[in-house]
């Protein structure tokens, strides 16, 4: 982060080319750091990732509901998604959908865990984890997050964009992996 915003120009065009490639751009732990204003309208950006400090006590805090509830009018009056990270408990989330963020992060769904749990949890009907998982998830059931939980949960990374993604490409650039 901090020698890619040394080079503005190299990273805007990095960024296009990317785009052009269809890759989305998402600037993870907005409003904190190195992730200002002036990235937004400079390097185009296509999602925000909210700091969790902006989530944490936002079912107590005046000025931490205000200042998301304004970042996220500014995004969508910039189409830009917002996904709103560190949701960990029950009247963050009760506060959020108020807000109606696209997308929302957090312990509160699932903790991080290994592919294979993962394969498990989302792509394997008839694993036990597979039902615990799909129950956890319809707790969440409300508003307008319930049209999602509708469907099988291995739709359910097609119709959110839930998950954290990682492209990796080897040194040689032979080699290309998603995660």
Known sequence: EQVMVRNMDLLRTIFEQLRELGFKIAMDDFGTGYSSL??????????IKTDQCFIREIDTSTYNYQLLKHIMELSTSANIRVCCEGVEIETELQVLEDLVPDLLQGFLFAKPMTPEAFQKNLFVDSDPSYQSYGNRLKQFKRNRYAKILKVRQADILKITGIGLWMFLISAD???YELY
């Open 38 to 47: 002036s990235y937004l309208k400079y390097l185009k950006v296509d999602e």
């Open 173 to 175: 650039q032979k080699h």
